[in-house]
């Protein structure tokens, strides 16, 4: 999400791989075409892991609806998150990368569940307390979060919807 060097390094090779096809010197060439397409557009997306762990699931829970309830797995990442969120705000654990593991799996559920809940996590009748959620991140000083920040408001589905909070909106805006 911030830098985009693998995606302009991507676009070189895919550019050089085809002068190399004109010029018929395509003989040791590790990834051919097919693969690169599909590479690129992996790479394409700001958070491309979040983006197949989300059209995963959705497809995942289509597919068992009988077996497992939508609404369990949505449950279960609303109390990740949370848990995360208070794990931070109440300063569990001493060491900087274990709070930022638990803000990156905080984002990371909320994001799935605002991709695949019916309302998303920014309404107000999501369980998810998201205006904790954003405060705590946007308090954690130990590390650099604009990336956490910027997938919050650029990977999520529902945080421009009518029926989201404005001070929800304004917490992210800024």
Known sequence: ????????DFSYYRRTLNRMKLAK???NIKVRDELANRMSL????????????????AKFLDAN?????KENVNEALAV??????DMVDKKRFDKPDTNLFCLRA?????ILYDHIADGGAFNKKSPIHVKDCV????????ANIDGLMNALRFTTVHLNDQDTPSAIKQLLAS
């Open 42 to 57: 992996f790479f394409a997306y700001p958070t491309p892991m979040m983006k197949v762990i989300s059209e995963t699931t």
């Open 80 to 85: 990740m998150a949370n848990t995360c969120c």
């Open 1 to 8: 999400m911030i830098n985009p060097a693998i995606q302009n």
């Open 25 to 27: 010197k395509d003989g």
């Open 65 to 69: 609806k009988t077996t497992i309830p």
């Open 135 to 142: 405060t705590v991140l946007k308090a954690f000083n130990e």
């Open 106 to 110: 905080m984002v990371g559920a909320l």
